[in-house]
């Protein structure tokens, strides 16, 4: 019986080939048919919710920084709460090929989340199950099964962030100020092989 990796890295390399034979990227499919990539603005324009769960997920590019020469945009991840708060649980970037290079997290100002303990959100990363039908159905699929195939690195990410927050709050009057901090966007980050991660859990020809 195959691994739950090794289902999820299939998975993965299934949605990349048949957006190779229709001749697009899947930086391309993620703009939802926009013809221009706007900085900040969310692809799609309402953000991709399961009402069910309250996992949800958009497609954007943040202003031009230093990862922009590799970098065509990035996910967010999330999940609401029953109070409509949300929590943010990952970011993975995408090259202009349209394939994964870096994970990372976020200030809490980025994204206007509710901070809470990394248990709470590696918690919640653990279960992420987005099915969506229609055009976007395999950008879901893609998402989730990233979330299974790198969990341990983005584990290790959210209890990095954490540390990283309990070592830059003596810097500051308050921990509300640190999280409001416009000198701190990324709190950590990690870059991502995804042909590495398919030649570890899968036997791949002709790719």
Same mark, same amino acid.
């Given at each position: ?15 990349? !080939?048949?957006y ?7 930086? !391309? ?19 991709v919710? *399961? ?9 954007h ?20 709460? $029953? ?8 970011a ?11 994970? %990372? ?14 248990? $709470? ?5 653990? *279960?992420? *199950?987005? !099915? ?18 790198? %969990? ?45 991660? %398919? ?9």
């Amino acid at each position: 019986m195959k691994s739950t990796l090794c289902l999820s890295a299939q998975e993965i390399l299934n949605i990349y !080939e048949r957006y190779a034979k229709k001749g697009v990227t899947l930086s !391309e499919v993620a703009l939802c048919g926009a013809k221009e990539f706007i900085e900040l603005t969310h692809y799609p324009k309402n953000d991709v919710v *399961d009402l069910v769960s309250g996992y949800e997920f958009y497609y954007h590019a943040h202003p031009t920084s230093s990862t922009a020469s590799r970098e065509h945009g990035h996910f967010h991840l999330f999940q609401r709460q $029953k109070n409509q708060t949300f929590i943010h649980l990952i970011a993975i970037s995408l090259n202009p090929q349209g394939l994964p290079v870096r994970l %990372f997290t976020c200030n809490q100002w980025v994204t206007g989340e509710t901070m809470v303990e990394s248990s $709470k959100v590696i918690e919640s990363l653990k *279960d992420f *199950d987005l !099915e969506l039908k229609g055009r976007l159905g395999p950008i879901a699929r893609w998402v989730t099964a990233m979330t299974t195939l790198y %969990f341990y690195e983005m584990s290790a990410l959210i209890h990095a962030r954490d540390q990283k927050l309990i070592d830059l709050e003596p810097a500051f009057s308050s921990r509300s100020q640190l999280l409001e901090s416009k000198q701190h966007h990324e709190l950590t980050q990690c870059d991502i092989e995804l042909m590495a991660s %398919f030649s570890q859990h899968l036997t791949i020809t002709n790719y």
